[in-house]
């Protein structure tokens, strides 16, 4: 019996060890700061600290603070009990059960589960890099990019799409040694998900990811409302991605980012067409064009060469799915949706949730032709 028991117990971490070797992710957190000392506690659990040599040289448990600043190149740890000094690089290796530590400089405070990377950079800063198991970073981004949502169903679609974008954009930072940052340039991570609703659904979707025709995992890409039609990829990015077609979204319709208005004096609108894009203003059925401008289904350019993303940016407009009226000495932009407008709705997803639809049919309604498989598929150990 003991015997059996060892065996399995055995298996146990040898699969665990095997898992979690394979989908840990690499994040740098605290990414748009910059800071030369650290301090964090020791949240629950417990950690060994190992050095640059890869010696470990001490063990933390529950409500241990330590300090690290760098003293003559060379990462130095303060606690209450001694002073270590440590090398350039330190990492804080999680060995008990259920381990968090907490940032408390700097600001903000933030929990993060699993293991701490520490290092010195030339430049007298640190870096930390937060080495997280899979799934607990897959929660911690979907709180924070769609934490306000309050439908399981929708976690499970949001969890999906926040997995295989991981898995896609995972060389995105290789040149500097670590996978994403924590900011939109990949995906705002805020550190470990305090949403059980949200735990449930990262889990019960685990491995999850969207594959295209070759295997690959997809630019899962999303955006808040859609105005009731997603955008060709081509017409944002240029590039035409065969699942990431315009689809009619009626889901999106009269949700909360569905429509805008914005007015701008007539001058300045005509001044701009004709500053940037050389267009013949004073020819008044010309300048009616543009100022007398509808689109039923979207378009790309609002006239000849003038690229519809292009006046977006230039007036942060929320949309490039809009109408032009003149009102007076005004011109006035009508907009329906919010964002890029490519692949997923995010208001129209968690209204096809609140209807009864299943994750799997939501995901494949904003992304087309694609298949649902999960990471040991496409990435197996052996
Ligand atoms: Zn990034």
Redesign the pocket.
């Known amino acids: 019996m003991n015997t059996l028991r060892t065996i399995l117990l055995f298996l146990a971490l040898a699969t665990t060890f095997t898992v979690n070797a394979r989908s840990d992710v690499r994040v740098?957190i605290y990414?748009d700061k910059t800071f030369k000392s650290v301090q964090i506690v020791v949240f629950s659990g417990s950690y060994e600290m190992i050095d640059s040599s890869g010696t470990t040289r001490k063990a933390w448990n529950k409500n241990d603070t330590i300090t690290i600043k760098p003293i003559n190149d060379e990462l130095v740890v303060f606690s209450s009990v001694d002073t270590v000094f440590m090398g350039k690089f330190i990492r804080l290796q999680s060995n008990g059960f259920l381990n968090i530590f907490q940032i408390l400089q700097p600001d903000p405070k933030r929990l993060y589960d699993d293991n701490l990377l520490i290092s010195l950079r030339d430049d007298g800063t640190i870096w930390l890099i937060n080495e997280v198991e899979l799934e607990h970073y897959v929660a911690g981004v979907v709180q924070a990019e769609a934490g306000i949502a309050k439908n399981g169903e929708f976690f499970k679609v949001q969890a999906v799409a926040v997995r295989t974008f991981t898995l896609r954009?995972i060389e995105?930072?290789a040149a500097e040694g670590y996978q994403?940052?924590?900011?939109?340039?990949?995906?705002v991570y805020k550190g470990r998900c305090g949403n059980t609703d949200i735990m449930l659904a990262t889990s019960k979707t685990a491995g999850e990811i969207m594959i295209d025709t070759s295997g690959q995992p997809i630019m899962a890409v999303f955006h808040s409302n859609s105005g009731g039609q997603t955008a060709n990829s081509e017409d944002v990015w240029g590039k035409a991605v065969y699942y990431l077609r315009s689809v009619n979204d009626p889901y999106s319709i009269g949700q909360n980012s569905y429509s805008w208005q914005k007015s701008l004096s007539r001058t300045e609108w005509l001044e701009y067409l004709r500053k940037n894009f050389e267009f013949p203003i004073n020819n008044p059925i010309e300048a009616k064009r543009v100022t007398n401008f509808s689109q039923t289904s979207r378009k790309a350019y609002l006239v000849d060469n003038i690229s519809l993303r292009r006046v977006r940016e230039d007036f942060k407009l929320r949309s490039t799915f809009f109408n032009i009226s003149e009102q007076g000495d005004q011109v006035v932009f009508s907009g329906k949706g919010f964002g890029h407008g490519v692949g997923m709705s995010q208001e129209g997803a968690m209204n096809m949730a609140r209807q009864g639809f299943i994750y799997i049919d939501i995901l494949k309604f904003y992304y087309l032709g694609i298949e649902i498989t999960t990471i040991d598929q496409i990435f197996p150990t052996e």
């Open positions: 740098r990414t954009n995105k930072h994403l940052c924590d900011q939109t340039h990949c995906q």
